[in-house]
Protein backbone atom coordinates (compact mmCIF):
# COMPACT_ATOMS: atom_id res chain seq x y z
CA UNK A 1 0.00 0.00 0.00
CA UNK A 2 1.62 3.29 -1.07
CA UNK A 3 1.15 6.05 1.79
CA UNK A 4 -0.83 9.17 1.20
CA UNK A 5 1.27 12.16 1.80
CA UNK A 6 -1.60 13.33 3.71
CA UNK A 7 -0.54 10.31 6.34
CA UNK A 8 1.87 10.60 9.20
CA UNK A 9 4.10 8.15 7.26
CA UNK A 10 3.86 9.92 4.16
CA UNK A 11 4.52 13.36 5.62
CA UNK A 12 7.34 11.78 7.20
CA UNK A 13 9.06 10.31 4.56
CA UNK A 14 8.54 13.52 2.52
CA UNK A 15 10.45 15.67 4.92
CA UNK A 16 13.44 13.65 4.88
CA UNK A 17 13.64 13.33 1.30
CA UNK A 18 13.59 16.95 1.49
CA UNK A 19 16.26 17.09 3.86
CA UNK A 20 18.45 14.96 2.08
CA UNK A 21 18.31 17.12 -0.86
CA UNK A 22 18.95 20.35 0.99
CA UNK A 23 22.44 18.36 2.82
CA UNK A 24 23.40 16.94 -0.28
CA UNK A 25 22.83 20.64 -2.58
CA UNK A 26 24.94 22.12 0.47
CA UNK A 27 28.04 19.71 0.05
CA UNK A 28 28.20 20.31 -3.79
CA UNK A 29 28.04 23.93 -3.31
CA UNK A 30 30.94 23.52 -0.95
CA UNK A 31 33.18 21.52 -3.33
CA UNK A 32 32.36 23.40 -5.91
CA UNK A 33 33.17 26.81 -4.03
CA UNK A 34 36.93 25.29 -2.80
CA UNK A 35 38.91 25.90 -5.87
CA UNK A 36 37.59 29.19 -5.50
CA UNK A 37 38.35 29.78 -1.92
CA UNK A 38 41.65 28.27 -2.42
CA UNK A 39 42.76 30.73 -5.43
CA UNK A 40 41.44 33.37 -3.18
CA UNK A 41 44.37 32.29 -0.93
CA UNK A 42 46.75 32.05 -2.78
CA UNK A 43 46.02 35.34 -4.46
CA UNK A 44 48.64 37.48 -3.16
CA UNK A 45 47.40 40.29 -5.77
CA UNK A 46 46.17 43.85 -4.41
CA UNK A 47 44.05 43.54 -7.33
CA UNK A 48 40.33 44.92 -6.32
CA UNK A 49 41.74 45.26 -2.38
CA UNK A 50 42.73 47.72 -0.12
CA UNK A 51 46.34 47.73 0.86
CA UNK A 52 47.25 48.66 4.81
CA UNK A 53 50.22 50.76 4.07
CA UNK A 54 53.36 49.49 7.19
CA UNK A 55 54.43 52.70 9.87
CA UNK A 56 57.56 53.19 7.72
CA UNK A 57 55.45 53.52 3.78
CA UNK A 58 53.56 56.40 6.31
CA UNK A 59 55.98 58.41 6.71
CA UNK A 60 57.88 58.09 3.72
CA UNK A 61 55.15 59.53 2.00
CA UNK A 62 54.59 62.55 3.88
CA UNK A 63 56.69 65.22 2.19
CA UNK A 64 60.31 66.48 3.15
CA UNK A 65 59.01 70.13 3.32
CA UNK A 66 56.41 69.26 5.51
CA UNK A 67 58.77 68.00 7.71
CA UNK A 68 61.03 71.20 7.84
CA UNK A 69 57.86 73.43 8.78
CA UNK A 70 56.78 71.03 11.49
CA UNK A 71 60.67 71.46 12.89
CA UNK A 72 60.37 75.05 12.48
CA UNK A 73 57.25 75.60 14.17
CA UNK A 74 58.33 73.84 16.81
CA UNK A 75 61.44 75.51 16.96
CA UNK A 76 59.43 78.88 16.96
CA UNK A 77 57.80 78.10 20.08
CA UNK A 78 60.86 75.65 22.13
CA UNK A 79 62.00 78.31 24.83
CA UNK A 80 64.64 75.67 24.68
CA UNK A 81 65.91 75.93 21.00
CA UNK A 82 68.77 78.03 20.17
CA UNK A 83 70.25 78.15 16.90
CA UNK A 84 73.54 77.02 16.05
CA UNK A 85 74.07 80.53 14.24
CA UNK A 86 73.08 82.37 17.20
CA UNK A 87 75.14 80.20 19.68
CA UNK A 88 78.56 80.69 17.60
CA UNK A 89 78.51 84.25 15.56
CA UNK A 90 77.80 87.81 16.62
CA UNK A 91 77.03 90.38 14.17
CA UNK A 92 78.79 93.29 14.39
CA UNK A 93 79.04 96.85 11.76
CA UNK A 94 82.32 98.46 11.74
CA UNK A 95 82.56 102.37 9.92
CA UNK A 96 86.17 103.66 9.54
CA UNK A 97 86.82 107.40 9.79
CA UNK A 98 89.16 109.55 9.41
CA UNK A 99 89.66 113.69 10.82
CA UNK A 100 90.85 115.23 7.66
CA UNK A 101 88.53 113.20 5.13
CA UNK A 102 86.07 115.41 4.30
CA UNK A 103 82.28 115.47 6.04
CA UNK A 104 82.79 113.24 9.25
CA UNK A 105 85.97 111.66 7.98
CA UNK A 106 84.29 109.28 5.80
CA UNK A 107 83.38 110.82 2.52
CA UNK A 108 86.95 110.42 0.94
CA UNK A 109 87.35 106.86 2.30
CA UNK A 110 86.63 103.12 0.99
CA UNK A 111 85.94 100.63 3.63
CA UNK A 112 87.35 97.25 2.84
CA UNK A 113 86.89 93.55 4.66
CA UNK A 114 89.69 90.86 4.85
CA UNK A 115 90.15 88.01 6.96
CA UNK A 116 94.08 88.30 6.69
CA UNK A 117 94.56 85.16 8.40
CA UNK A 118 92.45 83.15 5.04
CA UNK A 119 92.82 83.83 1.32
CA UNK A 120 92.66 87.02 -0.85
CA UNK A 121 89.22 85.58 -1.76
CA UNK A 122 87.94 86.71 1.80
CA UNK A 123 88.18 90.40 0.71
CA UNK A 124 85.42 92.71 0.04
CA UNK A 125 84.66 96.18 -0.17
CA UNK A 126 81.74 97.12 2.12
CA UNK A 127 78.73 98.94 1.11
CA UNK A 128 78.10 102.57 1.43
CA UNK A 129 80.58 103.35 4.62
CA UNK A 130 79.56 100.97 6.75
CA UNK A 131 81.46 97.13 6.77
CA UNK A 132 78.45 94.60 8.08
CA UNK A 133 80.16 91.32 9.59
CA UNK A 134 79.36 87.97 10.68
CA UNK A 135 82.08 86.77 12.59
CA UNK A 136 82.38 83.00 14.42
CA UNK A 137 83.21 83.14 17.65
CA UNK A 138 86.86 82.44 18.81
CA UNK A 139 90.28 82.70 20.92
CA UNK A 140 93.06 85.16 20.24
CA UNK A 141 94.16 84.58 17.49
CA UNK A 142 91.64 86.03 14.56
CA UNK A 143 92.27 87.90 11.92
CA UNK A 144 89.41 90.07 10.59
CA UNK A 145 90.53 93.25 9.36
CA UNK A 146 88.57 96.12 8.54
CA UNK A 147 90.33 99.02 6.89
CA UNK A 148 89.57 102.19 4.81
CA UNK A 149 91.64 103.12 1.34
CA UNK A 150 92.10 107.07 1.98
CA UNK A 151 92.08 109.40 -1.08
CA UNK A 152 95.47 111.07 -1.83
CA UNK A 153 95.38 114.30 0.44
CA UNK A 154 93.46 112.84 3.02
CA UNK A 155 94.19 114.60 5.33
CA UNK A 156 96.56 117.29 3.57
CA UNK A 157 100.17 116.15 2.91
CA UNK A 158 99.72 112.59 2.90
CA UNK A 159 99.43 110.40 -0.06
CA UNK A 160 97.20 107.19 -0.38
CA UNK A 161 97.15 105.11 2.81
CA UNK A 162 95.77 101.85 3.92
CA UNK A 163 94.95 101.94 7.63
CA UNK A 164 92.93 99.10 9.64
CA UNK A 165 91.14 97.65 12.39
CA UNK A 166 92.11 94.25 13.11
CA UNK A 167 89.09 92.04 15.65
CA UNK A 168 91.45 89.41 17.10
CA UNK A 169 89.27 88.06 19.92
CA UNK A 170 85.40 88.08 19.90
CA UNK A 171 83.78 86.29 22.95
CA UNK A 172 80.81 85.74 24.46
CA UNK A 173 80.08 86.44 28.19
CA UNK A 174 77.15 86.08 30.37
CA UNK A 175 73.80 88.04 29.33
CA UNK A 176 75.13 87.92 25.27
CA UNK A 177 77.57 90.55 26.51
CA UNK A 178 80.69 90.60 23.81
CA UNK A 179 84.42 90.43 24.21
CA UNK A 180 86.17 91.98 21.94
CA UNK A 181 89.66 91.96 21.20
CA UNK A 182 91.71 94.42 18.75
CA UNK A 183 94.26 96.44 17.20
CA UNK A 184 95.12 98.95 14.47
CA UNK A 185 97.66 99.68 11.84
CA UNK A 186 98.53 103.01 10.13
CA UNK A 187 99.88 103.40 7.26
CA UNK A 188 99.55 99.06 6.34
CA UNK A 189 101.51 97.31 8.93
CA UNK A 190 103.29 100.49 10.01
CA UNK A 191 102.72 102.18 13.38
CA UNK A 192 100.72 98.94 14.85
CA UNK A 193 99.32 98.88 18.60
CA UNK A 194 96.80 97.03 20.34
CA UNK A 195 94.01 98.49 22.26
CA UNK A 196 92.39 97.74 25.56
CA UNK A 197 90.09 95.09 25.24
CA UNK A 198 86.37 96.15 25.15
CA UNK A 199 82.72 94.96 26.51
CA UNK A 200 79.23 95.63 24.53
CA UNK A 201 76.06 94.42 25.40
CA UNK A 202 73.91 94.13 22.46
CA UNK A 203 72.91 97.12 20.54
CA UNK A 204 75.81 99.30 22.26
CA UNK A 205 78.54 101.11 19.71
CA UNK A 206 81.68 102.37 20.56
CA UNK A 207 84.33 104.43 18.98
CA UNK A 208 87.57 102.56 18.33
CA UNK A 209 90.40 104.88 17.83
CA UNK A 210 93.91 103.83 16.94
CA UNK A 211 95.89 103.80 20.26
CA UNK A 212 98.79 106.30 18.87
CA UNK A 213 97.13 108.02 16.16
CA UNK A 214 93.76 109.26 17.30
CA UNK A 215 92.83 110.85 14.12
CA UNK A 216 91.92 107.19 12.79
CA UNK A 217 88.47 106.13 13.99
CA UNK A 218 86.25 102.85 13.57
CA UNK A 219 82.89 103.08 15.27
CA UNK A 220 81.90 99.60 15.97
CA UNK A 221 78.42 98.57 17.17
CA UNK A 222 77.46 94.70 18.30
CA UNK A 223 73.91 93.83 16.72
CA UNK A 224 73.55 90.73 18.80
CA UNK A 225 74.52 86.82 18.24
CA UNK A 226 73.21 85.45 15.12
CA UNK A 227 73.96 86.35 11.19
CA UNK A 228 72.99 89.03 9.14
Known sequence: MIASPSTPSGRLRSAASSAILVVSGFALGLLGAAPTLERFRSDSSSAGRTQVASVDQAFGAVPDAFGQQATQSFNSINPFYVDPWARDHVKLSVTPSSVGCGNDGKEFVRPFYVNSAGSAATFNWCEGKTCYLTLEIGGDALHHDVGMVRMRGCPVSEGYTI???????????????????????????????????????????????????????????????GKY
Open 163 to 225: PYLRVMKVLIGSYSSLYLGWGACDQAETSCALGADTTLQPGDCKTLAHPTVPSERYDVCYDGQ
